[in-house]
């Protein structure tokens, strides 16, 4: 299947290379750069290249691209989904997947995808195996190889791996039971000039962490699962169940895993928590231009937007820009025509606007659209669709006045980083006598979820075994 793996950084360089079934030369990635030349953007290289005697399937993340050979064919899908869980691997063992770190820690990253695959073909892809297998590295690991020589191999094969289960070891023990789920959703959303959505569609995921004693089996289900579609699972999953009765039933992995991703189409329109108005001018044959906008918060139920940044790729004949912003500060790159305005928290009493004149290129022909505009910004504990946490999106300035967002709001319930631990949505407390097998029980700290997307996420039942 993958006869070779390479890594490959944004300027070109080959820094690492894994080979499985056989040696493949370093030549093969000529065709892969001739793609990146002809792409405007690093995220715009064809996924999948073919080549006289291989396919290239590569993803971008990080800044680095990882391109994998194969020989035959397979299915681009198969192989593009390893890759991107490659990255997640590498993400979970050292903390952020750059240049740098992979360089660092060669040895383990070697030892890692030497245990991902076997002679080309997926083999342990769970993290929590994985761990068991190769241990991760920390500075006393580190110190105690470089003296004894020893690598960071097990001694053992993870118990795991010969159980009808092979995503969770056995033996697992915890003195606090918990679990965390985190709805994670992106929203393509058309908003006209007024501030009404037209029309949104989500794609979300639900990423768990769930750290519970001995072998759990838990039970989801939710208030109108018939809104989800294309709905891809982890494989503890129990998927005839679903089909059958909409019901999420499955033995969760130890630790963190992404327990399924889904779509919900544009019928269910989703309330977008800001708007933006927007005055944005080119006149012809005049060297200034006009720009102004104001952020506004809308339907946030008495919550405080904060960590507000608008940026905008401004048009080429642009030279320079002068604004005044009422709130925050900006700064405008005059060679890479990026305008960004950092906002900060938004005063529902005095909303933050940016206005102000463009100095345009003397005979330069008038745009034919409006540049782009992205906001980021964060909402603490408000119920946005799926419940959310942390937004962000991108907005579009069409050239008659009508504002689409058409970019991505990442939506979440009270998460691992925004939010402290000590504030966790859910909280499982044992309910049994000390001789029975203790039933776990999911509930909601602080309120109940609210969600237009997915109604109420809860859960019916967790058992599990001491």
Known sequence: MIHSLFLINSSGDIFLEKHWKSVVSRSVC?????????????????????????????????????????????????VIEFLHRVVDTFQDYFGVCSEPVIKDNVVVVYEVLEEMLDNGFPLATESNILKEL???????????????????????????????????????????????????EEIDAIIDKSGSTITAEIQGVIDACVKLTGMPDLTLSFMNPRLLDDVSFHPCVRFKRWESERILSFIPPDGNFRLLSYHVSAQNLVAIPVYVKHGISFRDSSSLGRFEITVGPKQTMGKTIEGVIVTSQMPKGVLNMSL???????????????????????????????????????????????????????????????????????????????????????????GHQAVPRTDVLYAISPESSRDAVPVYTLTVAGGHLESRALKDLKVSQVTGNN
């Open 134 to 184: 190769i241990k991760p590295p920390t500075i006393l690991r580190t110190v105690v190889n470089t003296i004894t020589g020893s690598t960071n191999v097990g001694d053992q094969l993870p118990t795991g791996q010969l159980s009808v289960v092979p995503w969770r070891r056995t033996g697992v023990k915890y003195t606090n039971n918990e679990a965390y789920f985190d709805v994670i």
């Open 324 to 414: 005044t912003p009422s709130q925050g500060t900006h700064t405008f790159d005059p060679v890479t025509k990026m305008l960004s305005w950092d906002v900060g928290k938004i005063n529902p009493q005095k909303l933050p606007s940016l206005k102000g004149t463009m100095s345009l290129q003397a005979g330069a022909s008038k745009p034919d659209e409006n540049p782009t505009i992205n906001l980021q910004f964060k909402i603490q504990q408000l119920a946005i669709s799926a419940g959310s946490e942390k937004s962000n999106f991108r907005s579009f300035l069409a050239a008659s006045n009508t504002l689409m967002f058409a970019g991505v709001i990442v939506l979440r319930l009270l």
């Open 30 to 78: 000529d065709y892969f750069f001739e793609a990146q030349e002809r792409a405007t953007e690093a995220e715009n290289v064809p996924p999948v290249i073919p080549t006289p005697h291989h396919y290239l399937l590569s993803v971008y993340r990080h800044k680095i691209f990882f391109v994998a050979v194969i020989q035959t064919e397979v299915p681009p899908l198969f």
